[in-house]
């Protein structure tokens, strides 16, 4: 398995942005599909984004489609979550995902390597 770290959370104003990064242990990131998932205060974990091995594809979810983009650099053995335009429903527990098959899976159980996750809070 790969050992995951997050990063990059915090207190943001409404319409404000922030990156995580999510640095992977191992020499073998790139063959790793990725995702960022959340949870929010008293709910379920839910998906927020993926991408493929080599970062050629991506998928994010509706509710942040157009604000949030995923993308990762195999080099750094890194992943990010670039969130802009953000509101206070996206205030969250942030976490990444790695596993070597769940590329496009939106359940969380499918993917086997998690990170200890980053608090995103957002303020009106």
């Known amino acids: 398995q790969v050992q995951l770290v997050e990063s990059g959370g915090g207190l943001v104003q409404a319409g404000g942005s922030l990156r995580l990064s999510c640095a992977a242990s191992?020499?073998?990131?790139?063959?790793?599909?990725m995702a960022w998932f959340r949870q929010p205060p008293g709910k379920e974990r839910e998906f927020v984004a993926t991408i493929s091995w080599s970062g050629g594809s991506t998928y994010h979810a509706d509710s942040v489609k157009g604000r949030f983009t995923i993308s990762r650099d195999n080099a750094k053995n890194t992943v990010y979550l670039q969130m802009n335009s953000l509101k206070p429903e996206d205030t969250a527990v942030y976490y990444c995902a790695a596993d070597p098959l769940s590329y496009g899976i939106k359940t969380a159980t499918t993917w086997g390597s998690w990170g200890q996750g980053t608090q995103v809070t957002v303020s009106s």
């Open positions: 191992g020499r073998t990131f790139s063959s790793y599909a």
